[in-house]
């Protein structure tokens, strides 16, 4: 298996800052095509802090910065929130799903971030034994870029999200067992990147963010940043002396 490092690293969020990271990528990148909605992604909503679900953070390997993320929510944590406004099929129903939201990358960053995040996506899921993937698309460009990867369409017409402000949808799926053997058989571009190649900078199992434990978080880390300006400035008169 071939190993690929990367100038960036992929994490589950586990802190309260990491959450506020994804939020400003999110607000950036929603907000550029919906500026109403701007405000609105900028801070955690209640499914961020519910618990229930598990947001990735791509961030620059040598600056810390935020550079993308996505949130996958499980079906086997309670109702998906497309399922408030979309039935899926019957054929879908005893099956465990998985929701793809909040994929953001910023503008200029690396290509493969968004693969990568995608890849996350997908290896959390086949790691909590998930069989479908769900999602909604607006643009038809990027409906084109997930038939691409393997995924088919669910609805003739678009569908208000109601978690999405209202706006039209379109609804798609992925079958998350059979895409290894489907990609292979059909020599996929992308096989090789998803199965054949081992990427250390991917971590899927970190610690998830807590609410529960978010705020004794920041605590520590201002009580830390706290007593390095302490130190030094103890350091400075020390030296003056």
Known sequence: METMTLSFGVRPIASDWALADA???RAK???HHLPALKDTYAAPDPMDESGS???????????GAPLGTVRVQLSTLGPLMLESSYEVPEWMAP???AELTRLSVL???DPLVRLMLWKAGYYYCLANQIQCMV????????????????FELLTDEPVLFAHAGGLP?????????AAERRWFETDHPLYHFMFTTHHPDLDLFGPRWRPDVAAAQSAARSESVAGAVSSEVSSQRTSIA
């Open 107 to 109: 503008p200029g960053a």
């Open 29 to 31: 990148c929603y907000g």
């Open 95 to 97: 099956r465990t799903r």
């Open 169 to 177: 949808h379109s609804v798609l799926w992925f079958d998350v067992r």
């Open 23 to 25: 939020c400003t990528v």
């Open 53 to 63: 679900c598990t947001s990735f953070l791509a961030f620059d390997k040598l600056s």
């Open 135 to 150: 999602i909604g698309a607006r643009r038809p460009a990027l409906i084109r870029q997930y038939q691409g990867l393997g």
